[in-house]
């Protein structure tokens, strides 16, 4: 089973979608929610030759409103975005940052690890190691706005 299916089947999923007055849906965003904390798991947009960039833009930062009340209203306290980049290098990364802190909020750095209890676990945990060897952002996960 797969992540997503799994946080389904769980009942902590919530998926989201912004569409253009044509009807072509332009965003989606993907949560992982457990009554108290949203987590942004997944964002994605479509782009038509017939849809500005803008638009799709402006869809974007609408819905992440629109969830963010949505997740208040709920009674949810934390709507996390899942992560600023630490590479100052990366403009595209750090227009991201400004997108998120554009929302207001707080920071707040958080730890996640990962113990192997099995051989496989320790291949996966190797292999994952390797993967993310130049993301250390996956390590310092910050950007977090109290609902």
Known sequence: MNKVESLRKNRQLVISYAFHQSGHK?????YIADGKRAIMLY??????????????????????????????????????????SIDEEDREQQNINKFKRGFGGREELNYNSYTAQT???????????????????????????DL
């Open 119 to 145: 051989m496989k676990g320790k291949v996966m945990l190797l292999l994952l190691r390797w993967k993310w060897r130049n993301q250390p952002e996956i390590i310092n996960r910050k950007a977090i706005i």
């Open 43 to 84: 964002s994605c947009s479509v782009h038509y030759d017939d849809i500005k960039p803008i638009e799709i833009s402006r869809a974007n930062r609408y819905l992440h409103w629109q969830d963010i009340l949505y997740f208040k209203e709920t009674g949810y306290r934390v709507y996390d975005f899942l992560g600023l």
């Open 26 to 30: 332009l965003v989606s965003h993907l």
